[in-house]
Protein backbone atom coordinates (compact mmCIF):
# COMPACT_ATOMS: atom_id res chain seq x y z
CA UNK A 1 0.00 0.00 0.00
CA UNK A 2 2.30 2.23 1.04
CA UNK A 3 4.58 1.57 -2.14
CA UNK A 4 1.09 2.06 -4.16
CA UNK A 5 0.87 5.69 -2.85
CA UNK A 6 4.43 6.15 -3.20
CA UNK A 7 4.36 5.51 -6.88
CA UNK A 8 1.36 7.50 -6.99
CA UNK A 9 2.67 10.55 -5.40
CA UNK A 10 6.06 10.09 -7.89
CA UNK A 11 3.79 9.79 -10.62
CA UNK A 12 1.86 13.24 -9.67
CA UNK A 13 5.30 15.19 -8.88
CA UNK A 14 6.47 14.13 -12.49
CA UNK A 15 3.26 14.99 -14.33
CA UNK A 16 2.98 18.32 -12.43
CA UNK A 17 6.77 18.79 -13.11
CA UNK A 18 5.94 18.06 -17.40
CA UNK A 19 3.23 20.86 -17.46
CA UNK A 20 5.90 23.54 -15.67
CA UNK A 21 8.33 22.40 -18.15
CA UNK A 22 5.62 22.41 -21.19
CA UNK A 23 4.66 25.84 -19.80
CA UNK A 24 8.13 26.95 -19.72
CA UNK A 25 8.28 25.75 -23.05
CA UNK A 26 5.20 26.97 -24.55
CA UNK A 27 6.65 30.83 -23.34
CA UNK A 28 9.67 30.72 -25.75
CA UNK A 29 7.02 30.26 -29.14
CA UNK A 30 6.98 33.41 -29.53
CA UNK A 31 6.97 35.82 -32.58
CA UNK A 32 9.61 38.65 -32.73
CA UNK A 33 10.59 41.76 -34.72
CA UNK A 34 13.94 43.07 -35.78
CA UNK A 35 15.06 46.49 -36.73
CA UNK A 36 18.66 47.48 -37.76
CA UNK A 37 21.19 48.75 -39.74
CA UNK A 38 24.47 47.58 -41.63
CA UNK A 39 27.82 48.42 -42.58
CA UNK A 40 29.57 45.90 -44.80
CA UNK A 41 32.86 45.58 -46.70
CA UNK A 42 33.97 43.80 -48.99
CA UNK A 43 35.87 40.30 -48.69
CA UNK A 44 36.65 39.44 -52.20
CA UNK A 45 37.43 41.39 -55.30
CA UNK A 46 37.19 40.19 -58.82
CA UNK A 47 37.80 41.80 -62.29
CA UNK A 48 35.13 44.21 -63.55
CA UNK A 49 33.01 43.51 -66.51
CA UNK A 50 33.85 45.82 -69.35
CA UNK A 51 32.20 49.22 -69.78
CA UNK A 52 30.81 50.97 -72.86
CA UNK A 53 33.35 48.99 -74.65
CA UNK A 54 36.06 49.65 -72.16
CA UNK A 55 38.01 46.45 -70.92
CA UNK A 56 38.15 47.25 -66.59
CA UNK A 57 41.97 48.67 -66.48
CA UNK A 58 43.34 52.31 -65.01
CA UNK A 59 45.40 53.48 -68.46
CA UNK A 60 47.65 55.97 -68.29
CA UNK A 61 48.94 57.74 -71.61
CA UNK A 62 51.56 59.91 -72.12
CA UNK A 63 53.01 62.05 -75.14
CA UNK A 64 51.51 63.41 -77.71
CA UNK A 65 50.38 62.37 -81.52
CA UNK A 66 52.81 59.86 -82.69
CA UNK A 67 54.32 59.97 -79.09
CA UNK A 68 50.76 59.44 -77.07
CA UNK A 69 51.52 55.88 -75.53
CA UNK A 70 50.60 53.40 -73.14
CA UNK A 71 52.97 53.70 -69.90
CA UNK A 72 51.42 52.29 -67.24
CA UNK A 73 48.27 49.69 -66.92
CA UNK A 74 46.60 48.37 -63.64
CA UNK A 75 43.84 45.50 -63.66
CA UNK A 76 40.77 47.54 -61.78
CA UNK A 77 39.00 44.61 -59.59
CA UNK A 78 36.34 45.32 -56.45
CA UNK A 79 33.43 43.86 -55.39
CA UNK A 80 30.26 45.73 -54.60
CA UNK A 81 30.04 44.55 -51.49
CA UNK A 82 30.59 47.74 -49.96
CA UNK A 83 28.13 49.90 -48.01
CA UNK A 84 25.12 50.16 -45.88
CA UNK A 85 21.79 48.18 -45.45
CA UNK A 86 18.67 48.98 -43.52
CA UNK A 87 16.01 45.78 -42.83
CA UNK A 88 13.08 45.12 -41.47
CA UNK A 89 12.68 41.25 -39.86
CA UNK A 90 9.82 38.88 -39.02
CA UNK A 91 10.80 35.85 -36.78
CA UNK A 92 8.83 33.11 -35.22
CA UNK A 93 10.38 30.88 -31.89
CA UNK A 94 9.37 27.18 -32.44
CA UNK A 95 11.24 26.12 -29.27
CA UNK A 96 13.96 27.37 -26.72
CA UNK A 97 16.76 26.64 -29.09
CA UNK A 98 14.70 26.93 -33.06
CA UNK A 99 13.38 29.29 -34.92
CA UNK A 100 12.78 30.68 -38.33
CA UNK A 101 13.21 34.66 -39.57
CA UNK A 102 11.94 36.43 -43.03
CA UNK A 103 14.57 39.78 -43.57
CA UNK A 104 13.08 42.45 -45.98
CA UNK A 105 16.44 44.81 -46.37
CA UNK A 106 17.45 47.82 -48.66
CA UNK A 107 21.26 47.84 -49.59
CA UNK A 108 22.77 50.97 -51.22
CA UNK A 109 26.50 50.27 -51.96
CA UNK A 110 29.52 52.55 -52.02
CA UNK A 111 30.75 53.75 -55.86
CA UNK A 112 33.22 51.48 -56.96
CA UNK A 113 35.82 52.84 -59.78
CA UNK A 114 35.56 49.83 -62.85
CA UNK A 115 36.94 51.74 -65.24
CA UNK A 116 39.80 54.57 -65.99
CA UNK A 117 41.75 56.84 -68.85
CA UNK A 118 44.09 58.84 -69.07
CA UNK A 119 45.07 61.14 -71.88
CA UNK A 120 44.32 58.97 -74.46
CA UNK A 121 44.86 60.00 -78.19
CA UNK A 122 41.54 59.08 -80.17
CA UNK A 123 41.84 61.36 -83.62
CA UNK A 124 44.13 63.28 -84.90
CA UNK A 125 43.79 64.97 -88.61
CA UNK A 126 47.37 65.93 -90.20
CA UNK A 127 46.24 68.64 -92.33
CA UNK A 128 45.00 70.91 -89.53
CA UNK A 129 47.30 69.06 -86.94
CA UNK A 130 44.82 68.81 -84.53
CA UNK A 131 44.65 65.74 -82.04
CA UNK A 132 41.83 64.82 -79.56
CA UNK A 133 42.45 63.37 -75.78
CA UNK A 134 40.05 61.67 -73.57
CA UNK A 135 40.12 60.66 -70.24
CA UNK A 136 36.77 59.23 -68.71
CA UNK A 137 36.35 57.19 -65.28
CA UNK A 138 33.48 54.81 -64.82
CA UNK A 139 31.87 54.55 -61.39
CA UNK A 140 29.56 52.15 -60.47
CA UNK A 141 26.95 51.78 -57.71
CA UNK A 142 24.62 48.67 -57.15
CA UNK A 143 21.15 49.25 -54.90
CA UNK A 144 18.95 46.54 -54.32
CA UNK A 145 15.77 45.18 -52.24
CA UNK A 146 16.18 41.77 -51.56
CA UNK A 147 14.47 39.12 -49.32
CA UNK A 148 16.19 37.08 -46.58
CA UNK A 149 14.78 33.50 -44.97
CA UNK A 150 16.70 32.30 -42.36
CA UNK A 151 16.69 29.13 -39.96
CA UNK A 152 17.91 30.07 -36.23
CA UNK A 153 19.50 28.18 -33.72
CA UNK A 154 19.12 30.14 -29.93
CA UNK A 155 22.66 29.00 -27.79
CA UNK A 156 21.17 29.90 -24.84
CA UNK A 157 20.32 33.05 -22.47
CA UNK A 158 23.16 33.89 -20.07
CA UNK A 159 22.77 37.43 -17.37
CA UNK A 160 20.31 38.34 -19.99
CA UNK A 161 22.71 37.50 -23.79
CA UNK A 162 21.60 35.05 -25.77
CA UNK A 163 23.86 34.53 -28.28
CA UNK A 164 22.50 32.30 -31.74
CA UNK A 165 23.57 31.58 -35.25
CA UNK A 166 21.86 31.55 -38.45
CA UNK A 167 22.09 30.39 -41.80
CA UNK A 168 20.22 31.31 -44.83
CA UNK A 169 19.65 32.74 -48.18
CA UNK A 170 19.22 36.03 -50.32
CA UNK A 171 16.90 36.38 -53.09
CA UNK A 172 16.89 39.55 -54.54
CA UNK A 173 13.53 41.43 -55.62
CA UNK A 174 14.83 44.57 -57.24
CA UNK A 175 17.90 45.67 -58.24
CA UNK A 176 20.73 47.82 -60.36
CA UNK A 177 23.49 48.72 -60.88
CA UNK A 178 23.93 52.40 -62.13
CA UNK A 179 27.44 53.30 -64.08
CA UNK A 180 28.03 56.92 -64.23
CA UNK A 181 30.94 57.73 -66.89
CA UNK A 182 32.24 61.48 -67.42
CA UNK A 183 34.35 61.51 -70.52
CA UNK A 184 36.99 64.79 -71.02
CA UNK A 185 37.16 65.26 -74.58
CA UNK A 186 40.35 67.77 -75.27
CA UNK A 187 41.38 69.06 -78.78
CA UNK A 188 44.80 71.06 -79.49
CA UNK A 189 46.01 72.46 -82.46
CA UNK A 190 49.86 72.46 -81.56
CA UNK A 191 49.63 73.50 -78.14
CA UNK A 192 46.89 75.69 -78.27
CA UNK A 193 43.73 73.94 -76.73
CA UNK A 194 40.73 74.73 -79.05
CA UNK A 195 37.96 72.63 -78.34
CA UNK A 196 36.59 71.06 -75.16
CA UNK A 197 33.98 68.75 -74.24
CA UNK A 198 32.81 67.49 -71.57
CA UNK A 199 30.20 64.20 -71.70
CA UNK A 200 28.54 62.53 -68.78
CA UNK A 201 26.23 59.26 -69.56
CA UNK A 202 24.52 57.09 -67.27
CA UNK A 203 23.82 53.62 -68.06
CA UNK A 204 21.37 51.42 -65.79
CA UNK A 205 22.35 47.88 -65.90
CA UNK A 206 18.62 45.26 -64.36
CA UNK A 207 19.81 41.93 -63.58
CA UNK A 208 18.91 38.40 -63.82
CA UNK A 209 17.25 36.40 -61.24
CA UNK A 210 20.07 35.30 -58.37
CA UNK A 211 20.29 33.62 -55.05
CA UNK A 212 23.31 33.78 -52.65
CA UNK A 213 24.02 32.33 -49.46
CA UNK A 214 24.86 34.18 -45.85
CA UNK A 215 25.53 32.94 -41.96
CA UNK A 216 25.37 34.58 -39.37
CA UNK A 217 26.55 34.72 -35.80
CA UNK A 218 24.77 36.93 -33.44
CA UNK A 219 23.63 38.12 -29.63
CA UNK A 220 20.73 39.96 -28.38
CA UNK A 221 20.71 41.53 -24.92
CA UNK A 222 17.76 42.18 -22.52
CA UNK A 223 16.96 45.97 -22.17
CA UNK A 224 13.62 45.51 -21.04
CA UNK A 225 10.08 42.53 -20.67
CA UNK A 226 9.72 42.97 -24.39
CA UNK A 227 12.48 44.96 -25.82
CA UNK A 228 16.38 43.83 -26.58
CA UNK A 229 18.96 45.09 -28.53
CA UNK A 230 21.03 43.25 -31.02
CA UNK A 231 24.45 42.98 -33.04
CA UNK A 232 25.20 40.56 -35.78
CA UNK A 233 28.04 39.57 -37.63
CA UNK A 234 26.99 38.05 -41.12
CA UNK A 235 28.68 36.99 -44.11
CA UNK A 236 26.72 37.21 -47.27
CA UNK A 237 28.40 36.09 -50.84
CA UNK A 238 26.41 35.83 -53.98
CA UNK A 239 27.35 37.00 -57.74
CA UNK A 240 24.53 38.80 -60.31
CA UNK A 241 24.34 38.42 -63.92
CA UNK A 242 22.91 41.33 -66.17
CA UNK A 243 19.71 40.99 -68.22
CA UNK A 244 19.44 44.44 -69.87
CA UNK A 245 20.98 47.96 -69.91
CA UNK A 246 19.53 51.21 -70.64
CA UNK A 247 21.49 54.35 -71.27
CA UNK A 248 19.06 56.68 -69.49
CA UNK A 249 21.24 60.19 -69.65
CA UNK A 250 23.81 61.24 -72.04
CA UNK A 251 25.14 65.08 -71.92
CA UNK A 252 27.73 66.97 -73.61
CA UNK A 253 28.58 70.18 -71.80
CA UNK A 254 25.56 69.42 -69.63
CA UNK A 255 23.28 69.56 -72.66
CA UNK A 256 20.91 67.22 -73.19
CA UNK A 257 21.82 64.81 -76.28
CA UNK A 258 19.53 61.72 -75.75
CA UNK A 259 16.38 62.97 -75.65
CA UNK A 260 17.04 65.98 -78.77
CA UNK A 261 15.68 65.57 -82.26
CA UNK A 262 19.53 66.13 -83.23
CA UNK A 263 20.94 63.94 -80.97
CA UNK A 264 22.48 61.68 -83.44
CA UNK A 265 22.06 58.20 -80.27
CA UNK A 266 18.40 59.56 -80.84
CA UNK A 267 18.24 57.73 -84.13
CA UNK A 268 20.06 54.31 -82.96
CA UNK A 269 17.86 52.29 -80.60
CA UNK A 270 20.95 49.94 -80.65
CA UNK A 271 23.31 52.46 -79.25
CA UNK A 272 21.03 52.86 -76.16
CA UNK A 273 19.50 49.60 -74.84
CA UNK A 274 21.30 46.19 -74.64
CA UNK A 275 20.46 42.33 -73.98
CA UNK A 276 22.96 40.26 -72.20
CA UNK A 277 23.27 37.00 -73.75
CA UNK A 278 25.70 33.87 -73.46
CA UNK A 279 27.13 33.69 -76.56
CA UNK A 280 27.49 36.22 -79.60
CA UNK A 281 27.77 34.20 -83.07
CA UNK A 282 26.42 35.15 -86.88
CA UNK A 283 22.51 35.13 -85.49
CA UNK A 284 23.38 37.65 -83.16
CA UNK A 285 21.72 41.40 -82.88
CA UNK A 286 25.52 42.43 -82.96
CA UNK A 287 27.42 44.53 -85.53
CA UNK A 288 31.16 42.74 -85.46
CA UNK A 289 29.61 39.30 -85.29
CA UNK A 290 26.19 39.63 -87.90
CA UNK A 291 27.08 42.90 -89.87
CA UNK A 292 24.73 42.09 -92.53
CA UNK A 293 21.58 41.31 -90.51
CA UNK A 294 22.34 43.99 -87.30
CA UNK A 295 19.08 45.98 -86.53
CA UNK A 296 19.48 48.93 -85.15
CA UNK A 297 16.33 49.29 -84.41
CA UNK A 298 16.43 46.35 -81.59
CA UNK A 299 19.06 46.30 -78.73
CA UNK A 300 22.45 45.23 -79.18
CA UNK A 301 23.41 41.42 -78.00
CA UNK A 302 26.20 42.12 -75.53
CA UNK A 303 27.84 39.13 -73.86
CA UNK A 304 26.85 38.55 -70.37
CA UNK A 305 28.72 40.19 -67.58
CA UNK A 306 28.43 40.00 -63.60
CA UNK A 307 29.77 41.67 -60.51
CA UNK A 308 30.07 40.48 -57.01
CA UNK A 309 28.39 41.40 -53.84
CA UNK A 310 30.18 39.47 -51.43
CA UNK A 311 31.17 41.17 -47.85
CA UNK A 312 31.31 41.34 -44.32
CA UNK A 313 29.08 43.43 -42.40
CA UNK A 314 28.17 44.28 -38.95
CA UNK A 315 24.44 44.82 -37.64
CA UNK A 316 23.22 46.68 -34.54
CA UNK A 317 19.62 47.46 -33.95
CA UNK A 318 16.32 46.79 -31.97
CA UNK A 319 13.87 43.59 -31.09
CA UNK A 320 10.53 43.66 -29.97
CA UNK A 321 9.26 39.95 -29.04
CA UNK A 322 5.33 39.71 -28.38
Same mark, same amino acid.
Given at each position: ????????????????????? $???????????????????????????? $??????????? &????????????????? %????? #???? #?????????????????????????????????????????????????????????????????????????????? *??????????????? $??????????????????????????????????????????????????????? &??????? #? +??????????? $???????? *?????????? *???????????????????????????? +???????? #???? @???? @? %??????
Amino acid at each position: MKKNLFLLGLMACSMTMMGQI $DKKESKTENWYFKLGGSYFTQTASTEFP $DVGGQLPNRDV &YQGTMSSNKLVSRESVT %GSFGE #GFRG #GLTAGYRFSTRLGVEMGVNYYIGNSKTMAQTTNRLISYDPKTTAATYVSFTAEGQIKALDLAPAVVLFLGEVNGFEPY *TKVGIIMPVHGTLAI $DTNRDYRTFVGATEVANTEAYSKDVVKPNATVGFMSVLGTSYKLGKYISAYAELE &YRNFTVH #G +KTKETEVYTEN $DVDKLNTS *TSFRKASYSA *THSDYVNSLNGSSNNEEFNSAGFDETKP +KDELSSFV #GISG @LGLT @L %GLKYSL
